[in-house]
Each structure stands twice: as structure tokens, then as C-alpha cells.
């Protein structure tokens, strides 16, 4: 089965600095997607940026991109020019490729933005 | 655009009772999802659905049933409520392409008392 570890429960960062979050799953797939989900306090679930395995080039979002370590099985996230609006908690997510695959979740990181 | 919908937003329960959560999405998407949310534990997956008529269980089935009699309706029903089933309750569906996101609805608080 296939599992996401995100190693850090709270992180914080001062606005307009950068923060990098963790992401690491376990899988004997080859081809799969990775995603980031973003959810306010208002427990919205935003999609905020995704990966595919085959593709080498890291996805990019704005101030939102990633480091897609394949080997590793390394998916963080980073958060350039941090805005108070970027506060949530923040869910790593893997999906196989497959007509019937599922999202597996890792368990959050609760992301504070400080003055 | 509404996307996913669920009803209610919240309620609370008293051991034993039973109840069902609605889920409607006008996407035209032929998967279909449950997940509840606890602290520390992030999404888990309940039951899904592949197309009309279909379901299937998740990580965590038990206590739950569902059904998708339509396309755009999947039902999530407690029997028979249980304090360990206080959560939040997302529904999410997709497009069942290989790189689909999941589109959610804006969650259940359940309280079971």
C-alpha cells in the first residue's frame, strides 16, 4: 500500500519570506501524480499545484513550486514571497496512474504566516 | 458554477441514530468520493464510485454505506452513528482522467454524541 509522510505537523514562516514544505510517499509505481491541497479555515480543499512522475521539470504555480525528487520519493513544496492569505494547513497527496486509482493523503502541515 | 455541493454543513448525532449526506456535482465526472478528516490523520478514503451503480470501499469502510443511483448523487449513510464516527466528511469527484484532480465539496461536521 501505497503511503505519505509529511514529517512536519506546524511550520511557520514572516511574511514575504520562503518556506519549504515536506513530502515523502512509499510506492512500487513507476508512473503516478503527486498534488498539493491547500485548506483554509474555511475548510475549503484547494488544489494548488500537481506532478507527474514521468515529467522531470519541477511544476511551477505562481509563487508555488515543487521539488520533485523521483528517486528519493521526495515531493515538497516551496512558498515564495509568503502572504498572511497562505495560511492553512497544506496536505500532500500521491494517485498511481490507473483508471480506478485513489488519492492517499499524508496527514498535514499546518502552515502560521507572522508579521 | 457550482461544482460538488454537500448537505447539510452540519449536525449532530445521538449514538444510535441513523442518517445520510448528500452529495451532488454538475461536472459531469464519473468518480466519485468519501473521505472523512480527523486531527493528525489527514483524508482516508471511506467508499468511491466509478460510474452509476457502482461502489466500492476505501481504507475505511466500516459503519458507512453508500450508493450512486445517479450520476451526479453519491450518498454516504451512518446506520447506526457512533461516537468514533465524529469527523468532518468531504466528498470529492473527478474525472477519472490519469492526471485529475479531485474537485471537493466544502465538508459535513458530524457530531455524534
Known amino acids: 500500500a501505497q503511503t505519505v509522510t509529511q514529517s512536519q505537523p506546524e511550520m511557520s514562516v514572516q511574511e514575504a519570506e520562503t518556506v519549504t514544505l515536506s513530502c515523502t510517499y512509499d510506492?512500487?509505481?513507476?508512473?503516478?501524480?503527486l498534488f498539493w491541497y491547500k485548506q483554509p479555515p474555511s475548510r475549503q480543499m484547494i488544489l494548488v499545484i500537481r506532478?507527474?512522475?514521468?515529467?522531470?521539470q519541477n511544476a511551477t504555480e505562481n509563487r508555488f513550486s515543487v521539488n520533485f525528487q523521483k528517486a528519493a520519493k521526495s515531493f515538497s513544496l516551496k512558498i515564495s514571497d509568503s502572504q498572511l492569505g497562505d495560511a492553512a494547513m497544506y496536505f500532500c497527496?500521491?494517485?498511481?496512474?490507473?483508471?480506478?486509482?485513489?488519492?492517499?493523503f499524508g496527514t498535514g502541515t499546518r502552515l502560521q504566516v507572522t508579521l | 458554477n457550482a461544482g460538488v455541493t454537500q448537505t447539510p454543513k452540519f449536525r449532530v448525532l445521538k449514538t444510535g441514530q441513523s442518517m445520510t449526506l448528500l452529495c451532488a456535482q454538475d461536472m459531469n465526472h464519473e468518480y466519485m468520493y468519501w473521505y472523512r478528516q480527523d486531527p493528525g490523520m489527514g483524508l482516508r478514503l471511506i467508499h468511491y464510485?466509478?460510474?452509476?451503480?457502482?461502489?466500492a470501499k476505501g481504507e475505511v469502510p466500516d459503519g458507512y454505506n453508500v450508493s450512486r443511483l445517479k450520476k451526479q448523487n453519491f450518498l454516504l449513510g451512518l446506520e447506526s452513528a457512533a461516537p468514533s464516527q465524529t469527523s468532518v466528511y468531504f466528498c470529492?469527484?473527478?474525472?477519472?482522467?490519469?492526471?485529475?484532480?479531485?474537485?471537493f465539496g466544502n465538508g459535513t461536521r458530524l457530531t455524534v454524541t
Open positions: 464510485s466509478v460510474g452509476e451503480g457502482t461502489t
Open positions: 510506492t512500487s509505481e513507476s508512473d503516478y501524480y
Open positions: 497527496a500521491y494517485k498511481p496512474a490507473g483508471t480506478a486509482s485513489k488519492l492517499t
Open positions: 506532478q507527474e512522475a514521468y515529467k522531470q
Open positions: 470529492a469527484s473527478s474525472s477519472g482522467a490519469y492526471n485529475s484532480p479531485l474537485h
